[in-house]
């Protein structure tokens, strides 16, 4: 068996002044591929996201999820030597990752062009709500108000009554879109070589990445001038296609995504060569016009029927289907036990499960590293930047730096 080779990141280190869920995701990325992440926070508590709930034995759910492989650095940066402690740790960094409020980077002269003047070679990304230069680029921005604000919730829901999507689906892409514009930045350093001229700023917002996500209704309103309404579990696009309870209790979804599969799943599943044979459903718009009659006819027919029985006839047509499950149905769901996606990982009160990065890569293994404790790493992290034993101290007793992990019990059970 070969050895896991160095992931694609390997030599690569992140430096971030990140929260919540945004920039937590970008840098997680990177370090799932290998990436060094020293995580910068306040010596006061941290990330906020670290005190949203305490139900992964005392620790938060959010950020047990973003968080793995980072090390902890706790600086003042309001203070003099904690922000020359960040500048130290910038002049051998690869990327600087931020997602503070508004005008926070360059309040704290940490701007993209503060940096590019002052640590050329770093790629800056900063992730914002709603980008600037707009009426609204001085607001603060959470997931949800991002959705509200995009119309992302107009589409999601019932008619009558929005909803949010439960997962932060506006924070997760920003992050994986900026993880991606990371990684192209580097991609073309890397082939161009040292000394050639490439752009080193970037910025995502959850505003632009939002209305992205809404490519579809926002084309097909633009073009048609009908708001869509949400359809709960189903899609205004194609029909038929939705969530239909099944005989023993359970509910199956059922979808078709062009004429063919219609006459499959009329035919060979229903058993009804009249609905097959109707020049109503022919196409997919004309189904879509007739959502209601053939919503009731899949309704009727699931409802007299168990859900292995469906899915088993489904498959063999070619008819795409899922069982809903629960997020408790999901832990314990036989795909991802087969296929070993489940890991443990380090954290500060012990190790707990967590889920492999999706992507998979021939011959490597990705780190999966521990959480961090609040400020596990700053001494560790500053030695390595040319800090001296008696001059972390004095940053210490001055309050540029946080607690050193041998006085922070919260870091017990991990090793740096």
Known sequence: MTEPTAGPLAGITVVSLEQAVSA???????????????????????????????????????????????????????HPDGMAALHRLLDTADVFVSNLAPGATAAL????????????????????????????????????????????????????????????????????????????????????????????????????????????????????????????????????????????????????????????????????????????????????????ELDAALTDWCARHDLAVIQSRADAAGIGNSRYNTPGEMIAHPHLAARDRWRRIDTPVGQVPALLPPPIIAGFQPPMGAIPGLGQHTDIVLAGAGFGTDEIARMRAAGAIGPGADDAAQVKGTTS
């Open 24 to 78: 937590p995701m970008c840098t997680r990325t990177l370090a799932d591929f290998g990436a060094r992440v020293v995580k910068v926070e306040n010596p006061r508590g941290g990330d906020f996201a670290r005190h949203y709930d305490d139900v992964v034995n005392g620790l938060a759910a959010h950020f047990v999820w973003a968080n793995r492989g980072k090390e902890s650095v706790t600086l003042d940066l309001k």
């Open 109 to 292: 002269g940490l701007g993209p062009d503060n940096l590019a003047d002052r640590h050329p070679d770093v790629i800056v990304m900063e992730i914002d709500g709603y980008g600037a230069g707009g009426p609204l680029s001085h607001k603060r921005a959470y997931d949800l108000l991002i959705q509200a604000e995009s119309g992302v919730c107009a589409v999601t829901g019932s008619p009558g009554a929005p909803a949010k999507p439960g997962p932060p689906i506006a924070d997760v892409c920003s992050g994986l879109y900026a993880a991606l514009t990371i990684l192209a930045m580097i991609c073309a350093r890397r082939a161009d070589g040292a000394g050639a001229n490439h752009p080193a700023a970037a910025s995502v917002s959850l505003f632009d990445t939002a209305a992205e996500l809404m490519g579809y209704a926002l084309n097909y309103t633009r073009h048609t001038g009908v708001d869509q309404q949400p359809l709960g579990m189903s899609s205004p696009a194609v029909a038929p296609y939705g969530a239909y309870p099944t005989a023993d209790g359970h509910t199956v979804v059922l979808g078709t995504n062009n004429d063919r599969e219609w006459q499959r799943l009329a035919r060979e599943i229903l058993e009804r060569p009249d609905l097959a044979g109707d020049p109503a459903f022919a196409r997919n718009a004309d189904r879509v016009a007739h959502r209601p």
